[in-house]
């Protein structure tokens, strides 16, 4: 029996993996083949999916992009043997674009089967729950703070601090809560890990609400998200039928689609029941959280890595990256570029080696113009900014945001001034309405940008709009309004011609 690897991810199954795993099916048994197939996560190399691997003598040899078509060559070629052929890849951790990598978040992802819980201890699934439990709720705060692993959902917030506060605050119930709520434009590292080692996150939560002492656990993920979600559950259903989380029990939550519930306390109202509204704070969540009480509110990379710093020590992974930026970070790529996909490496790389050299540079062949770093509110960097290290201080000196990690890239024909405009218009889309200076500044800013856009009241409109995002930095009671700015001042600042009225049409 030869068994063949094939991702379920929703990347992969986008692009026709399950066809692909049909065609095979069908065509082993018309020739009398002997084959099994194994869904797995997606490899995050998202330009050769469908990959096919198939597995020979415990090493793994991959084919990719595969159609249905493909099959039949494929296995007249000698597949199942591992033989040459147009679309044979190689081993996939030979690769130059998996080689480079340093892979800790997402170390069995694409490797292994997702729902086999043997294929997760086998790949040290459960020892860093059971290193924690074996130090204590205090050693493993220790261990988490000693790490430096910062929040990876963009605030870049220290975990050990968040969980300690929990720790010690008061209450008659403690939580913990997955912010599995994807929103950001070009990212789908929380998605490929939830699709792709569901295990590992469920282990990570266990860990923390080990160390903060949590009986529950809440998993807040996204309406558009159907396989990870459904996986997730089958996950879930799985490990309270082994024991293994012994009293401590997660829920799936599933939003309406909200991209405010992103935030930490308006994703806390739509837990309790609520219309999703940003919360003022203080309190700050650890001290009052969910149902009033001290809640752990983190990103699923962060709360997935924490088995990791356990298995391995926390000195092993602040050995990586740079300055308060320690450990890796999964870089997602997307937009106008060659290879897009998840590359996970320390803190430390450049700007222009992630775009230029990871990513290849646009799939159109023309200029890069910009790089939109941190989601949709992130801040666009022009090519001279290529040398800025990629961590969180350096971003921040250059009024940009790591955010969750994500990088859209654009090339030469994008125009900046329309950029602008989309996201006040997202903003006073997204907005909860809770605060005056998102739900009003953003419409207004979406007005003005238009005047420049059909060519009229340049000398007055920018220096409005200035105006505007001064006021939504900093009067916005959250990241939503707080953040808007970046887009909007990197593009005037980064790409001034394509505000200027010799460039613009005037409107008849």
Request: proline residues 6%.
């Amino acid at each position: 029996m030869i068994e063949l690897l094939i991702p379920a991810d929703s990347a992969a199954v986008a692009v026709g993996a399950d066809a692909v795993a049909g065609a095979l099916t069908r065509e082993a048994e018309r020739r009398g083949l002997e084959i099994c197939i194994t869904r797995t996560g997606t490899r995050g190399m998202l330009w050769l999916e469908p990959l096919v691997e198939v597995e020979i003598g415990g090493a793994r040899v991959a084919y990719g992009p595969v159609t249905p078509g493909d099959v039949p060559g494929l296995l007249d070629a000698g597949m199942l043997d591992g033989a040459p052929h147009a679309l044979r890849i190689g081993p996939p951790e030979a690769h130059a674009y998996m080689a480079g990598q340093t892979r800790v978040t997402f170390e069995r992802v694409g490797r292994i089967d997702p729902l086999s819980l043997t294929d997760f201890r086998a790949s040290g699934g459960f020892e860093g729950l059971a290193r924690a439990r074996s130090l204590g709720p205090d050693a493993t705060l220790e261990a988490i703070t000693a790490s430096g692993l910062r929040g990876r959902g963009g605030a870049g917030f220290p975990a050990g601090v968040k969980w300690r506060t929990v720790a010690e605050a008061r209450g008659a119930a403690k939580y913990i809560v997955c912010n599995a709520d994807e929103g950001d434009s070009g990212t789908f590292a929380d998605r490929m890990l939830m699709e792709g080692d569901p295990f590992q996150l469920i282990e990570g939560m266990a860990v923390a609400a080990l160390a903060v002492g949590a009986d529950k656990g809440f998993v807040y993920s996204r309406s558009e998200y159907p396989i990870a979600n459904r996986l997730f559950a089958r996950a879930l259903d799985i490990v309270r039928a082994s024991g293994d989380l012994g009293t401590f029990n997660i829920e799936l939550r599933i939003g309406a689609g909200a991209y405010v519930c992103g935030e930490e306390t308006a994703l806390l109202d739509s837990l309790e029941g609520k219309r999703g509204q940003v919360r003022a704070k203080p309190p700050l969540p650890a001290h009052r959280g969910l149902f009033g009480q001290p809640t752990v509110v983190n990103n699923v990379l962060t709360l997935a890595t924490a088995p990791w710093i356990l298995r391995h020590g926390a000195q092993a992974y602040a050995a990586m990256g740079v300055g308060r930026s320690r450990g890796t970070q999964p870089i997602q790529l997307a937009g106008n570029v060659r290879f897009p996909g998840l590359f996970e490496a320390p803190f430390g790389l450049t700007l222009g080696q992630i775009v230029e050299e990871i990513g290849g540079g646009t799939a159109s062949g023309l200029p890069v113009k910009a790089v939109q770093c941190g989601g949709p509110l992130g801040a666009y960097f022009p090519p001279a900014l290529f040398d800025t290290v990629y961590d969180y201080e350096a971003f921040a000196a250059r009024d940009g945001l790591v955010g969750h990690g994500g990088i859209v890239v654009f090339d030469d024909t994008v125009d900046m001034a329309a950029q602008a405009r989309f996201a006040f218009e997202f903003c006073a889309a997204e907005s909860c309405g809770k605060c005056t200076p998102c739900r009003i500044g953003s419409v207004r800013g979406v007005e003005t940008l238009d005047r420049i856009l059909s060519g009229q009241d340049h000398g007055e409109a920018l220096p409005l709009i200035e105006d505007l995002c001064h006021t939504l930095k900093f009067g916005s009671l959250c990241a939503l309004g707080g953040f808007t700015p970046y887009p909007v001042m990197s593009a005037i600042t980064h790409f001034p011609d394509d505000f200027r009225p010799a460039k613009r049409p005037r409107s008849e």
